[in-house]
């Protein structure tokens, strides 16, 4: 069972660019990694997912180094909006009947300030 | 435009008087999940439906219970409600699909307070 691990907090200004690392050293061939993102009081939002190298969208960056040991999420020019908790998660597989696991770590608190 | 909407957002209930929380969708997914989140930690799974395939977390206490009459609906039923089941119940979809990421969708959950 593939596990992560990342930074308890975060602290930023607007403006910066944010770049939160997630290790996950016994990830499995077939796991993909996904980030999510939740705000108090309200469910995870599914932020970005990669398998390798790296993924954008609109939102944000995914990196992924050749070995997928680690990967990390960038948020390019963070407003106080940013503000919130990310989860990083490994996929761990499909399961029984359908549907697809996460198991969420303790996830990295973000802050944002003027 | 929610997709997956639960209501109500905050319930209070006695200790040990049943309470039902409820979630709809409207993007037709055919897995709906239940996730229990404590305060300052992280959603842990309670049970997913696959269609109408109900599978249960090893962990998850027998006190929940949960009914999917089709679709679109999914309730999650606490029998005898301990101060300990104090908590956020968020409801995810998903659309299972062969070979290919799934992400989930959450609602905005319901905050479960126990008198």
């Known amino acids: 069972l593939a596990k992560t691990t990342q930074p308890i907090s975060m602290d930023s200004y607007e403006g910066q660019e944010v770049n939160i690392t997630c290790s996950h050293n016994n990830i499995a061939t077939n796991d993909y990694i996904t980030w999510y993102q939740q705000f108090p009081s309200q469910g995870p939002r599914f932020i970005i997912q990669g398998y390798k190298t790296k993924v954008t969208n609109e939102v944000a960056s995914l990196f992924i180094p050749a070995d997928r040991k680690s990967s990390t999420l960038s948020l390019p020019r963070v407003s106080l909006s940013d503000t919130a908790v990310y989860y990083c998660l490994v996929d761990d597989g499909e399961l029984t009947g359908g549907g697809n696991k996460l198991t969420f770590g303790t996830g990295t608190q973000l802050k944002v300030e003027l | 435009d929610a997709m997956v909407i639960q209501n109500p957002r905050y319930q209070v209930t006695q200790f040990g008087k049943p309470v039902t929380l409820s979630c709809s969708q409207t993007?037709?997914?055919?897995?709906m999940y239940w996730y229990q989140q404590k305060s300052s930690q992280a959603p842990k799974l309670l049970f997913h439906?696959?269609?109408?395939?109900?599978?249960n977390e090893a962990d998850t206490p027998d006190n929940f219970q949960s009914r999917r009459p089709n679709t679109s609906f999914c309730f999650l039923d606490i029998r005898s409600p301990g101060l300990g089941d104090a908590a956020m119940y968020l409801c995810a979809t998903s659309q299972t699909r062969t070979g290919g990421f799934q992400p989930q969708h959450f609602g905005d959950g319901t905050r479960l307070s126990i008198l």
């Open positions: 993007l037709n997914h055919n897995v």
């Open positions: 439906y696959y269609d109408k395939d109900f599978n």
